[in-house]
């Protein structure tokens, strides 16, 4: 499988700028949750931008990915309005979904992203159903589906896996594996200790990849979106990554350690990357930081939009219940 | 007109709009070869081919999940579960998925899925193979549940469950789909929402559903001499024409309500509040509900027998209730 892709600067700078516009849009929510303007609960995408960016950038217009309850970076790798995201995480009637949903449920059809999903595992078939959608329409669409280390334990998933298989479905199933499911260990729950190994009983090709490397990601990624769209074969990838931020916000994390946390902060893929693009590919710095402050902005904007938007309309309580 | 089975009637219903709208499809268990566990879709693989009439894995949230992604994403699919008691194992995917993402997603997107199962006991099928759960689907805003009670009724309102942009659980009984009835020959559909007067009286209004509207009528006929009795049938539980029931109740002031489904928590319940709610002035006794008892389904014939409905229990809780 090995195709060494070309990435040109450009790309290399839109997969930095998308990542770093994760982080900030992530860190900014944090803040407007501790100052109680978002309620409930938010699940931290931090520590593995790399993963949604490399995947979300090797799809084409049409395409289309479910996502789960951590789904904030993809759906801004996807092409989210972060204004409209940070709405609906305040829960106004200008967020994506009107303030109805939250952040584990946003979507934006128009770019193709069919939900982020509030059951582990629930949006494993949708994808595959989409992908049943575009191949029964003729249509050359690829249909993704993100999922966790603790949704590789749902049956639903390998139900899926098997029946994407017999079909012959465009779809890929990208597993981030970031080691904890909630506050469980899934070196404990996992048996044979491979989610990528799975895949093979299915007929399925599993792959295994440094989830923390952008362009590595984006290289796998770009085989398996091909390989759906032209083969008609769906894939399933295992990308290893570490999330910074306890399962929810307020998650007392008794199950790591401090130090394990710092050594994954090391390996942090935006910080990594940085280094990479000024020391290996010649970029400024001053570009670096004009993105950096050009995304500080926007998210700033974004806050300021959410929090200036206006409540939901009481009495629209039962809209859209029923089309 | 023309007479033929409720089966026969579903299979017109699902040819028809299969032949009308090419985003039709069937999924489900033996749905091909065999043309359905009631042979429902009988016939249909010949004529549209496997891709249209998907027989699928025993992967019942798989089944249900694609067909919800495939909805999505513009098809009409029509996912068959074999049994009610079956559907239990694709229940997050239709309450959790189907039902709520038009909500969630502030209304974007529409689920038009048809999840057509039965249920009902009588053939010593035993408790795992006999419930009758519409009280389940009933309960979950945003999903709409029919249940026809014989061909016309059941060919009409497919057509337009077919053709609704909601999800909706179609349920049929076991012990219906070979009793016969009249169909036009020209085609026809039935406006979800309304009830039907399938007798009409003056002395005693009884609501009945499915299996129990022809048992109600049997015993109507044989009680003619003593008891003019109104029968309606809901014919759609999601969304009730309250209105027919409530007009009925205005005209005779005494009601019985019947359901095979298990007395606890049933619809019976609750349709019978919304009565007591609106039209007690008008009751001259109590609502009473005929139901199934609190059992398990047993296998013995003769413990089955006491376990539902029979016409000679409805019979002597009809006199009862009169004297």
């Given amino acids: 499988m090995k195709s060494k892709i070309r990435t040109g600067i450009e790309q290399k700078l839109e997969f930095y700028k998308k990542m770093v516009t994760i982080r900030k849009f992530e860190e900014k929510a944090l803040e407007l949750y501790s100052r109680n303007l978002i309620r409930g609960s938010i699940h931290m995408y931090i520590g593995q931008e790399a993963i949604a960016v490399g995947i979300c950038s090797a799809l084409k217009k049409g395409d289309m990915i479910t996502s789960t309850h951590r789904g904030h970076g993809h759906i801004i790798a996807m092409g989210g309005d972060i204004n409209r995201m940070m709405a609906e995480l305040l829960g106004k009637s200008t967020g994506y979904c009107k303030g109805r949903g939250g952040s584990m449920h946003i979507a934006d059809i128009d770019i193709g992203v069919y939900g982020a999903n509030g059951i582990v595992g629930g949006g494993i078939p949708i994808a595959s159903g989409l992908a049943l959608a575009s191949v029964m329409k003729g249509e050359d669409n690829v249909a993704v589906t993100f999922l966790g280390d603790g949704a590789a334990n749902q049956g639903l998933l390998y139900e899926s896996l098997n029946m994407s298989s017999i079909w012959n479905l465009p779809v890929l199933f990208v597993c981030e594996n970031n080691l904890y499911a909630q506050t469980t260990p899934s070196k404990y729950t996992l048996a044979g200790g491979s989610i990528a190994k799975r895949a093979v009983a299915f007929n399925i090709e599993g792959i295994e990849v440094d989830g923390n490397d952008v362009e590595r990601v984006y290289e796998v990624g770009t085989y398996a979106i091909d390989k759906a769209r032209s083969k008609k074969r769906p894939t399933l990838i295992e990308a290893k990554t570490y999330r910074w931020k306890g399962h929810w916000q307020g998650d007392p994390e008794p199950y790591r350690t401090k130090e394990e946390l710092r050594e994954w902060m090391e390996k942090c893929p935006i910080k990594v990357y940085k280094d990479r693009l000024i020391k290996e590919f010649g970029v400024d710095k001053k570009e670096i930081e004009d993105i950096e402050n050009s995304v500080e902005m926007e998210v700033a904007g974004a806050e300021k939009f959410a929090i200036s938007s206006t409540e939901p309309d009481k009495s629209k309580l039962l809209e859209d219940i029923y089309a | 007109m023309k007479e033929i089975t409720f089966a026969e009637a579903l299979n017109e219903g699902i040819k028809e709009e299969m032949q009308r709208d090419s985003s039709v499809f069937c999924i489900g268990e033996d749905i091909g070869l065999l043309g359905g566990a009631f042979r429902v879709t009988k016939g249909l693989i010949d004529i549209f081919g496997s891709d249209k009439i998907r027989n699928a894995p025993i992967s019942e949230q798989a089944i249900a999940g694609f067909a919800i992604g495939a909805a999505m994403k513009g098809m009409r699919p029509i996912a068959e579960f074999m049994y009610i008691d079956f559907m239990g194992l694709a229940i997050d995917q239709i309450v959790n998925q189907a039902a709520k993402s038009r909500y969630m997603f502030g209304g974007k997107i529409k689920v038009p899925v048809v999840f057509r199962t039965q249920g009902g006991a009588g053939r010593s099928n035993a408790a795992q193979h006999s419930q009758s759960l519409e009280a389940w689907y009933y309960h979950i805003p945003g999903l709409k549940v029919i249940m026809p009670s014989n061909p016309y009724d059941a060919k009409g309102l497919l057509k337009s469950a077919i053709r609704d942009d909601n999800p909706i659980v179609f349920i049929e009984h076991k012990l219906l789909y070979s009793t016969k009835g009249e169909v036009p020959e020209e085609e026809y559909t039935i406006e979800i929402g309304k009830a039907d007067i399938k007798r009409v009286g003056s002395d005693l209004t009884i ?64 349709i019978s509040s919304y009565i007591i709610e609106e039209a007690f002035n008008y009751l001259d006794k109590p609502v009473k509900i005929i139901a199934g008892e609190n059992a398990v389904i047993p296998f013995s014939h003769v413990l089955e027998m006491e376990a539902i409905p029979t016409e000679e229990k409805i019979e002597n809780e009809i006199r009862n209730f009169i004297k």
Wanted: hydrophobic share 45%.
């Fill in chain 2, 207 to 270: 609501i009945a559903t499915s299996n129990m509207v022809p048992k109600v009528l049997s015993v109507a006929q044989k009680l003619e001499d003593i008891l003019d009795i109104e029968v309606i049938d809901p014919r759609t539980l999601v969304p009730l024409d309250i209105n027919t029931i409530l007009s009925s109740v205005e005209k005779t002031n005494k009601v019985i309500i019947v359901q095979e489904a298990v007395r606890r928590g049933g619809v019976a319940s609750d």
